[in-house]
């Protein structure tokens, strides 16, 4: 394989895993809550994915069994900050907390050991012949495509082309209007959250079941923090942050040739590239676009309790 | 004739309500805790009773906790100061390395020995936090960049860096391990046991900053634009210069906490020398409402708490598991502080 295709082959295998955290994010975000525990999210994921398939070969069912547990640990964050409205950046870094330390004392029994069963590339038949892009994008697992086509183009749509999407933003953006036009606020945004933290843990799972493939304590080494991140570059919208997270596999991939091809540069400095590149990428635009600032804002009502009594 | 009862949000918390569900958080999760080792086949009450008397039973297991109450108590308290001005620092773990690079640097490069180098790392600790948080803090300050994740990514390439010195250029090329600095030749010296000076160090910092933010100007300053930035603002106070300053402060006490653990307790640099210490500084100060003279006793407790996993890895758990009781205690801790704005109040009929 030339550089060339290595790269793009790295960067799209390692972006899926950041572009469907930071798509589950973003869902979070829009109905105005924040949810900091992706990290932990991500690491009881992973660590379900992989403790599935050993008992059960076969890695749709690690994948779904991450959604669930996913789903059921959203939903205990959505309670507590939807319904009883405790702060948000506690709940999440309580999350992110558990959700790794648990993670770490349960993978235990499977460190350092390769995942049986993986998901498989699936080769599009004559577009996977294309120089560089074939192998990149058309020999690729199934979940590939679920996250780099289906559920961006999905949310994208449902978030801006739907009324739906529109009461959506609008919890967002403004609880108590949404609320006043008969909005069911709360329910909106458990929903969202608990859909949001099934995606997240889908993103550990496929680290472990198709990206590194195996686990080992830290495994998500801070890419849920990376996926969180994300979410403000992209602007809130599903499918930059599918291309944020694209990008930022490109980084990784990059660090990943680099020490496989004995650049000298030692291998903890590309390691860090991700991180560094992920603070420029905050910073920066903030300081280049100023006009953009409107159209990629938060939404005003982000990490902001609804109390309908006070309104 | 009872009238009825509602339930009303005031707009302050009670803070008897909130210590009450700290202490209720904290019983509820060793309740789970138990339950989970007890499902694991373990017996939860002897390991208890093995704790108990492994921390207290002997004078070695009190200085084990006195060794880890220094660097929590200050990593607590860089979490709290930042606080203070409305900052969230979540990356005291990667100022603790940060410090703790600094100060190896010094110890291992400027010739000498004695109270001179020790002051010299003490300060290179002190600025090396300071450093780290620089950029999360000049980018919140002009560009309004959220501070919580920018602190935060930087702990990954602050334990990088640490990894990198250690395993390559500052290894210890004469031993046998090789994925360690050789020994400082300056330590801080002990007075109890294994308990050195960074004890009183850790306690009179915590004490000085309580004073310094109850007591000056500057400190009540600082603790409006904490609670109201657009009432500090328009009182004239410089917003931005308080916020720069506490912001720094932290890392550096941060800092101070990676020196004195490479200099008092691990005597060279590796990686992994903090035991999550700046993520459990975040804990400290939420179980102290973020008051520097409650992170002394907070920290006390989360010591004794990550002590207790210490002593239970020799029974076949991880201290990851203390990390995921932490998660635990935090979590219900958020939920506690939510309801104790909650009164219930009587109407009558």
């Known amino acids: ?311 | 004739m009872f009238g009825s009862y509602r339930l009303q949000r005031l707009p302050s918390s009670h803070a008897g309500i909130a210590l009450a569900a700290r202490v209720a958080a904290i019983v509820i999760a060793l309740l789970v805790a138990g339950i989970g080792i007890a499902l694991a086949g373990m017996n939860p009450l002897n390991l208890g009773a093995r704790v108990i008397t492994a921390s207290f039973g002997s004078a070695f297991g009190m200085e084990d906790l006195g060794v880890l109450i220094i660097p929590l108590i200050l990593t607590g308290l860089a979490v709290a100061v930042a606080q203070q001005v409305g900052a969230w620092n979540i990356g005291a773990e990667g100022q603790f390395y940060a410090g703790a690079f600094a100060a190896t640097a010094i110890g291992l490069f400027v010739p000498g020995e004695g109270p001179l180098i020790l002051m010299l790392m003490f300060v290179a600790g002190m600025a090396g936090g300071a450093a780290w948080i620089l950029v999360p803090t000049l980018a919140r300050a002009y560009a309004n960049v959220n501070e919580l994740i920018t602190t935060l990514l930087l702990n990954f390439v602050a334990t990088l860096l640490v990894y990198y010195v250690s395993t390559g250029p500052w290894r210890d090329r004469s031993g046998m391990a090789n994925s360690a600095t050789p020994p400082l030749s300056t330590d801080v010296p002990s007075f109890w046991g294994i308990v050195h000076w960074g004890f009183p160090i850790a306690i009179g910092l915590a004490v000085l900053v309580a004073a310094v933010l109850a007591f000056s100007r500057w400190g009540y300053e600082v603790r409006l634009v904490g609670s109201n930035p657009s009432a500090a603002k328009y009182a004239g106070i410089p917003v931005r210069k308080h916020l720069i300053a506490v912001m720094l402060l932290s890392g550096g006490i941060a800092g101070i906490a990676g020196m004195l653990e490479i200099a008092g307790t691990v005597h060279r640099l590796q990686g992994g020398i903090s035991n999550n210490f700046g993520y459990l500084g975040i804990m400290v100060a939420v179980l102290a409402r973020g008051s520097p003279i409650g992170v002394i006793f907070s920290g006390a407790l989360m010591a004794l708490i990550l002590n207790s996993g210490i002593i239970l890895q020799t029974q076949g758990l991880t201290t990851s598991i203390v990390l995921a009781i932490t998660g635990f205690i935090l979590f219900l801790t958020a939920i506690g502080d939510e309801l104790s704005y909650y009164r219930i109040t009587r109407e009558k009929a």
């Open chain 1, 1 to 311: 394989m030339d550089l060339l295709t290595g790269l793009l082959t790295t960067a799209f295998l390692a972006g899926a895993v950041l572009a469907l955290a930071a798509l589950g994010e973003v869902l979070t975000e829009r109905v105005g809550v924040v949810n900091l525990g992706v990290e932990g999210l991500m690491a009881m994921g992973a660590v379900t994915g992989i403790a599935t398939v050993t008992v059960v070969p076969s890695p749709m069912l690690g994948f779904l069994a991450a959604l669930v547990v996913g789903a059921l640990f959203g939903m205990v964050f959505a309670l507590a900050t939807v319904y009883v409205r405790a702060n948000q950046v506690l709940c999440g870094l309580a999350l992110t907390l558990m959700g790794s330390g648990l993670a770490s004392t349960i993978g235990r029994n499977y460190s350092g050991m390769p995942s049986p069963v993986i998901f498989e590339p699936v080769k599009v038949p004559v577009l996977s012949e294309i120089p560089v892009l074939g192998p990149a994008f058309f020999s690729q697992n199934i979940l590939f495509y679920l996250i780099y086509l289906i559920l961006p183009i999905f949310f994208s749509y449902l978030m801006f082309s739907t009324r739906h999407g529109l009461n959506m933003r609008a919890v967002g953006e403004n609880p108590a209007a949404a609320d006043a036009a008969g909005i069911p606020v709360n329910l909106m945004r458990f929903s969202y959250v608990t859909i949001g933290a099934a995606l997240a843990a889908g993103a550990g799972a496929y680290l472990t079941l198709a990206f590194v493939p195996s686990w080992s304590d830290g495994v998500v080494a801070g890419r849920g923090w990376i996926a969180v991140a994300l979410v403000i570059f992209a602007g809130y919208r599903p499918i930059m942050a599918t291309l944020s997270g694209l990008l930022f596999g490109l980084i990784t991939a990059l660090g990943f040739v680099g020490q496989a091809r004995g650049w000298p540069i030692a291998p903890a400095f590309l390691s860090m590239l991700p991180y560094l590149g992920t603070v420029a990428f905050i910073i920066v635009p903030v300081l280049a676009w100023q006009k953009m600032r409107r159209a990629m804002a938060a939404p005003a009502a982000l990490a902001v309790p609804y109390y309908r009594d006070m309104r």
